[in-house]
């Protein structure tokens, strides 16, 4: 049984109750990350509680804690939940009101969720073979740098994947890729490792970091630049990267083959560095 956190108190998940007139229900009023733990270390944890301040700020939303707050109820979820490895779902909204009413609150009471699951990795088959992926207009609001709850878009965008079989849809807007449904995507062409530039059209993925990060501690060519769909679409490899699939290849998009159809040599060196990172962080280096 999952245990969870909410509003000051650590309870079984299916005993957990909210108010349905919550902002978070009723607006999709709220903020959230997503945080990987490995061997009960939670995984850049500064960088998602900041950016989960970044989020709060944006939406004019009073952040309940501070750093050391978050990592202490963090800290106890770990605890109580019987996984070595977990997914962390941290959850802000702006808690509930009298009546609905677009506007907010006078009295803001923020609603304060976490909850954790068994953080499953990508099993060694699908690893050897990628995925499939799909392309997809990129149609959502123009605030992607925000982790809101209110994921509709998303949730249509990745639903069109999962109708025809896919693990993603890839997003180009006016003729430029933006990310994934629930990913950022990184594109290698010519021995070159390309990412699109952190903006309002993108979320700034924490994996996103570290990828960039490992590329340049090795040496490996890489420029952050504005990618053209027909360079994605003529790519030699395609990666999504998230907090729980990590670095995946992506092998073919809208039924072709993305390069060679096979994992690449790059993508293939990128989660081997990106697993020995892991690996020194949980060792506390
Ligand atoms: N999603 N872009 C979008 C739209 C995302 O939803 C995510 C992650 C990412 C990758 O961000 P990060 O590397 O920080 O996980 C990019 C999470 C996992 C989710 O919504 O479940």
């Known amino acids: ?15 957990a109750r909210i108010s349905p007139m919550d902002r978070g229900f009723l607006f999709g009023d709220g903020a959230y990350e997503v945080i990987p733990v490995y061997s ?17 700020a944006a939406i004019r939303l009073p952040n309940p804690h501070d750093a050391a707050g978050w990592a202490a109820i963090i800290a106890e979820i770990i605890a109580r939940n019987p996984w070595v490895d977990q ?14 009413n677009h506007a907010f609150p006078a009295q803001m009471r923020p609603t304060v969720f976490l909850t954790s699951e068994a953080l499953v990795t990508t099993p060694a088959a699908q690893l050897a073979k990628g995925v499939a992926a799909v392309s997809a207009a990129d149609f959502r609001w123009l605030r992607c740098d925000l982790k809101t709850t209110a994921l509709l878009a998303n949730c249509l965008l990745r639903q069109v994947a999962v109708d025809c079989g896919c693990a993603e849809t890839v997003l180009f807007r006016d003729g430029f890729l933006t990310e994934g449904a629930a990913s950022n995507i990184f594109v290698v062409r010519d021995g070159v490792l390309l990412a699109p530039p952190k903006s309002h059209l993108m979320l700034p993925g924490i994996t996103y970091d570290v990828v960039l990060e490992l590329a340049a501690r090795h040496a490996l060519p890489h420029v952050v630049r504005e990618i053209l769909e027909d360079e994605v679409r003529s790519a030699d ?11 995946l290849a992506i092998t073919a998009l809208d039924e072709r083959p993305v390069g060679s159809g096979e994992p690449g040599p790059m993508g293939r060196q990128m989660y081997a560095w990106y697993q020995d990172f892991k690996t020194t962080v949980m060792r506390g280096g």
């Open 40 to 56: 009960r270390r939670p995984f850049r944890l500064d960088q998602h509680i900041e950016r989960l301040g970044h989020t709060l």
């Open 237 to 247: 490899e395609l990666w999504m990267t998230s907090s729980t699939k990590e670095v």
């Open 1 to 15: 049984m999952s245990i969870c956190y909410l509003d000051g108190t650590y309870q079984p998940l299916a005993e």
């Open 87 to 100: 997914s962390i779902y941290l959850h802000v909204s702006r808690g509930p009101d009298d009546k609905r």
